[in-house]
């Protein structure tokens, strides 16, 4: 057994709601190994935002543990970067200076962030449009150079909260195989947030399903190898229903369902 | 998609005006023109349609010329007050006042507001009384402010730079504190320092609101000169007005009326395309 990544132990956190506390996750146990990719799933509200953004360490309001490497987390760092649900560019820099804005304080040398931030851009198609701002692109773009700007400083931990959400069906699928390369070339661990059942069944070691109201892990599950390898395998059919039924969505017997 | 296609898109959405009032058929540059074209007639109506108003009031005596010169009378006056270089004496003594003291309103209104925005400490110490202070017009206060400083020069600037610099001050306070919390986290995420906030976050998303403080505080410092030389000058455009009023020559004070007036505008103008100037990203950037 090799010692957690991440690890998040009876993990509970409420806001202020007109005065009286509403909880919005409720015990939460996770551990994830280094490498390791997750995929969480769940209803809108059930507090997968709230999740990546106390592991990001930006909310430091919480009950219970939270720890990487054993240590408890107590506040952002260069070794966790994040794609937000919302692209969250600096309207005033270009799609070149947003992605290097993440550089900033990695003590690169200035021709190697250079090329980095243009290798980062090529990566996720925008090469030519490095001199745009975000007014000049749309929410897909926009969300790519996030994509990229999250990828630029090669973090150990990588937090996505549906990144792939506001892009064509082409480039989703492009994008997820991107993913799934980067994160085991780079060794990195990867939590990723999604509502497509099936991006999660094809990225994740294993899916965490959350239930709502308040937000708690319902069943985590395995993936199976020829799941997370093959789209039409019968190993991925099978384990895209179950989770699907987990989220109360029925599913005919046999045949295709809109996830 | 291909950068010729946002940008297209982007000129597109810049020009929606000229598209929806344009004749069909032109150009985009020449959607451009007949825009401009046409926000420049639209503005330029109402006054035309007011000196029409003046100039048959006048040639039908409806109001008696001491009230009301006729505009030939204006004209007339204009181009003797031209020619003997009065009028562009006193046009530049009011431009040197505003200048002085806009520039030292400005500049001080920002350091001022910046320290408050910046420095939450500071800000609930220094900031109040301010507030308090700006509910005041400074011209009520000019009466303490002439045994400080005497009546002369420095008094007016005085009086400009410190109600130019109200709104700028305030301008800057709201717009560093109404940095958007969501960009903050990104500078933490980021592990910027307080400078690399400042510089990549705090400034550029507080520039729309410090503009608006700018421009409001030129206003403010074009009224209080005018105000400031009734009062107390003997040159100036609001010594020509005030000395045109009691001569009972209105050709006087419409004439410098006129000129403050357009010296307001035109400088409003400059403050506005500086505004764009320094904000690239946005109406469709470099490539619109
Ligand atoms: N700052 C906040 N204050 C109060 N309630 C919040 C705050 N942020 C999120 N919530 C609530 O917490 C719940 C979970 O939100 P979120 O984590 O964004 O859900 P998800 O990402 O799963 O859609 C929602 O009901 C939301 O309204
Ligand atoms: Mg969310």
Same mark, same amino acid.
């Given at each position: ?39 969480? &799933? ?12 106390? !592991? ?25 970067? !994040? ?34 931030? +243009? ?5 996720? #198609? ?6 745009? *701002? ?93 799941? +997370?390898?093959? +789209? ?28 | ?23 069909? #058929? ?27 108003? =003046? ?26 007050? =031209? ?39 500071? +800000?609930? *110490? ?11 017009? &400074? ?31 305030? #301008? ?70 005030? =000395? ?45």
């Amino acid at each position: 057994m090799t010692i957690p990544a991440l690890r998040l132990n009876r993990l509970s956190k409420s806001f202020t709601v007109d005065g009286a506390p509403v909880e919005v996750l409720s015990d939460i146990d996770l551990t994830v190994a280094p490498g390791e990719f997750i995929t969480i &799933v769940g209803a809108s509200g059930c507090g997968k935002s709230t999740l990546l953004r106390l !592991i990001l360490g930006l909310d430091r309001d919480f009950e219970g543990t939270l720890e990487i490497d054993g240590q408890p987390v107590k506040g952002p760092g260069l070794d966790r970067s !994040i794609v937000f649900q919302e692209h969250r560019l600096l309207p005033w820099l270009t799609a070149e200076r947003n992605v290097a804005a993440a550089l900033l304080r990695s003590g690169l040398s200035r021709a190697d962030k250079d090329r980095t931030v +243009r290798e980062h851009l090529d990566l996720v #198609g925008l090469g030519d449009f490095a001199q745009a *701002y975000p007014a000049q692109l749309s929410g897909g773009m926009s969300q790519r150079v996030a994509i990229a700007r999250a990828l630029v400083n090669r973090p150990r931990f990588l937090l996505l909260d549906e990144p792939l959400g506001a892009l064509d069906a082409l480039t989703r699928l492009r994008l997820q195989d991107e993913l799934k390369r980067i994160v085991a070339h780079e060794k990195a661990t990867a939590i990723l947030v999604t509502h497509d059942v099936d991006e999660a069944v094809y990225l994740g070691h294993r899916i965490v399903v959350l239930h709502p109201r308040p937000g708690r892990i319902a069943e985590v599950v395995e993936v199976p190898a020829a799941a +997370r390898a093959d +789209r039409s395998s019968p190993e991925f059919v099978t384990l895209r229903d179950h989770v699907l039924a987990q989220l109360g969505v029925q599913t005919p017997a046999r045949g295709k369902v809109a996830a | 998609m291909s950068l010729t296609d946002t940008g297209a898109n982007a000129s597109v959405s810049v020009d929606k005006g000229a598209f929806r009032s344009g004749p069909a #058929g032109l150009s985009l540059f020449g959607r451009r023109l007949w825009a401009r074209l046409s926000a420049v007639l639209l503005g330029l109506s109402f006054p035309a349609a007011l000196l029409a108003l =003046w100039w048959v009031g006048a040639a039908r005596g409806w109001l008696p010329p001491q009230i009301l010169p006729s505009p030939a009378l204006v004209w007339q006056t204009f181009t003797e007050l =031209w020619a003997d270089g009065s009028l562009a004496e006193h046009t530049a003594v009011s431009i040197r006042r505003v200048a002085v003291g806009f520039a030292a309103g400005a500049g001080l209104g920002l350091i001022f507001g910046a320290l408050c925005g910046l420095f939450p400490g500071f +800000r609930a *110490y220094a900031y109040p009384p301010v507030q308090a202070i700006a509910r005041v017009n &400074v011209l009520a206060w000019m009466p303490l402010l002439a045994l400080f400083v005497g009546i002369d020069e420095p008094l007016k600037y005085v009086v400009i730079a410190w109600s130019a610099s109200i709104p700028v001050i305030i #301008g800057t306070v709201r717009g560093i504190a109404e940095t958007p919390e969501r960009l903050n986290e990104l500078g933490e995420v980021f592990g910027f320092r307080p400078q690399d906030r400042l510089r990549l976050i705090v400034l550029p998303s507080a520039l729309p609101s410090i503009f608006t403080g700018l421009r409001e505080g030129l206003a403010n410092a074009w009224q209080t000169l005018v105000l400031a030389e009734l009062f107390a000058s003997f040159e100036g455009l609001g010594y020509l007005m005030t =000395w045109g009023r009691q001569l009972f020559q209105l050709d006087l004070v419409l004439i410098s009326m006129v000129v403050v007036s357009l010296l307001g505008l035109s400088l409003d103008t400059v403050l506005k395309w500086l505004e764009r100037r320094a904000q690239p990203w946005n109406a469709g950037g470099r490539n619109g």
